[in-house]
């Protein structure tokens, strides 16, 4: 499996260093805005945007995490039972902006199982959609608000998202898989 390193350490934070200022500036701000990341990754990446807005704004963002496993319309499909994992929330989302981050975006099936996932725990007034890679190939019309990097990729490529807090390194890969 031929594997092609798109961004490492450097180019990742600059990279989550402009979401971060994206989502301020579309959001006019710090007031009412809550970041929920997409466990694994995601609420890793969710984590990191958060602390580069404290950095700037000198402001605090609630951070959570969501396990959307019960949610997926995979569940039958996708091999072994799925390892269940605490979704935390910050606080009431009643009223807040909830930024949903994840690391790549591609059927928009995760998305729409964690639209699910978070409406469980209360109705923000709206919802976005940050994702580091967009790798196209959409199944259902989701439409990210906050883009790190747009990777076009084949269907027989993947992208591979390693953070450190989680893989102990900071790369993403295209990985092109043997055709069968």
Same mark, same amino acid.
């Given at each position: 499996?031929?594997? /092609?390193?798109?961004?490492?350490?450097?180019?990742?934070?600059?990279?989550?260093?402009?979401?971060?200022?994206? =989502?301020?500036?579309?959001?006019? @701000?710090? %007031?009412? +805005? /809550? $970041?929920?990341?997409? $466990?694994?990754?995601?609420?890793? +990446?969710?984590?990191?945007?958060?602390?580069? =807005?404290?950095?700037?704004?000198? #402001?605090? =963002?609630?951070?959570?995490? $969501?396990?959307?496993?019960?949610?997926?319309?995979? +569940?039958?499909?996708?091999?072994?039972?799925?390892?269940?994992?605490?979704?935390? =929330?910050?606080?009431?989302?009643?009223?807040?902006?909830?930024?949903?981050?994840?690391?790549?975006?591609?059927? @928009?099936?995760?998305?729409?199982?964690?639209?699910?996932?978070?409406?469980?725990?209360?109705?923000?007034? %709206?919802?976005?959609?940050? #994702?580091?890679?967009?790798? @196209?190939?959409?199944?259902?019309?989701?439409?990210?608000?906050? #883009?790190?990097?747009?990777?076009?990729?084949?269907?027989?490529? %993947?992208? +591979?998202?390693? $953070?450190?807090?989680?893989? @102990? /390194?900071?790369?993403?890969? /295209?990985?092109?898989?043997?055709? %069968?």
């Amino acid at each position: 499996m031929p594997v /092609i390193v798109v961004q490492e350490n450097i180019e990742i934070e600059r990279t989550i260093r402009r979401l971060a200022h994206e =989502i301020i500036e579309n959001n006019q @701000g710090t %007031s009412e +805005l /809550i $970041l929920v990341g997409i $466990l694994t990754r995601g609420a890793t +990446l969710a984590k990191r945007i958060a602390t580069e =807005i404290e950095n700037f704004e000198g #402001v605090e =963002i609630p951070t959570g995490s $969501l396990d959307i496993v019960l949610h997926r319309d995979d +569940l039958n499909t996708s091999g072994p039972a799925p390892r269940l994992q605490r979704s935390t =929330i910050p606080r009431d989302l009643a009223g807040t902006t909830v930024v949903l981050v994840d690391d790549v975006l591609y059927t @928009g099936r995760t998305c729409r199982a964690a639209l699910d996932a978070l409406m469980d725990y209360g109705r923000p007034a %709206s919802v976005r959609l940050a #994702v580091y890679i967009d790798r @196209g190939h959409r199944e259902l019309p989701i439409r990210p608000d906050f #883009v790190g990097r747009n990777i076009p990729t084949a269907p027989n490529q %993947s992208i +591979l998202v390693e $953070l450190n807090e989680v893989d @102990g /390194i900071d790369r993403v890969s /295209i990985i092109d898989e043997e055709l %069968s």
